[in-house]
T-cell receptor, first 115, second 112 residues
């Protein structure tokens, strides 16, 4: 079974709709992240969480919100979706900081299309 | 975090070695060099990382220039499965959040 899962894998919605993307992990990691990827570009950080009570904005947080329901769950919401939020969204996890590795483990991604 | 520069794309023949370059002329003494790759329709995956010395693991080797202003990811024998976008990322060891800043990466194409 995958260590980091994302639901849904694909979603098509209309402008103005509220959308929630969910991420679950079984790695026991404290840190979780949400990224978006636009065609031909690298990933950009939206939000990250160091533990259940800690939420931080990333590079491109406008138009998004997050909820860390438990250590294993981190949800990304688009309160009112707009077409330029059409992208591939990735969730990732990593172990507690201080490691020189700081390896992040990524989910399979959610392809979101906003019409 | 300091920036990295990579070629947009590279091509290789199957079963031949591949050298993927990365320039990071503004690297600081506390920056680790990380490599991730993203296979088609998948999330990125960790490949290797290093600080000053060359590193080897089961996936690849990392050669770091003596002045640390550049590095090279080496795939010793490319397979079709190695076709992916390879990202060279600098991560400050003081970055306890393990943040990763992705650039455009190098798209590696492997010809049979």
């Amino acid at each position: 079974d995958a260590d980091v899962t994302q639901t849904p894998r694909n979603r098509i919605t209309k402008t103005g709709k509220r959308i929630m993307l969910e991420c679950s992990q079984t790695k026991g990691h404290d840190r979780m992240y949400w990224y978006r990827q636009d065609p031909g570009l690298g990933l950009r950080l939206i939000y990250y969480s160091f533990d259940v009570k800690d939420i931080n904005k990333g590079e491109i947080s406008d138009g998004y919100s997050v909820s860390r329901q438990a250590q294993a769950k981190f949800s990304l919401s688009l309160e009112s979706a707009i077409p330029n939020q059409t992208a591939l969204y990735f969730c990732a996890t990593s172990a507690l900081g201080g490691s020189s590795i700081g390896e992040q483990f990524f989910g399979p991604g959610t392809r979101l299309t906003v019409l | 975090d300091a920036k990295t520069t990579q070629p947009n794309s590279m091509e290789s023949n199957e079963e031949e070695p591949v050298h993927l370059p990365c320039n990071h002329s503004t690297i600081s003494g506390t920056d680790y060099i990380h490599w991730y790759r993203q296979l088609p329709s998948q999330g990125p995956e960790y490949v290797i990382h290093g600080l000053t010395s060359n590193v080897n693991n089961r996936m690849a080797s990392l050669a770091i220039a003596e002045d640390r202003k550049s590095s090279t990811l080496i795939l010793h024998r490319a397979t079709l499965r190695d076709a992916a976008v390879y990202y060279c990322i600098l991560r400050d060891s003081n970055n306890a959040g393990n943040m990763l800043t992705f650039g455009g990466g190098t798209r590696l194409m492997v010809k049979p």
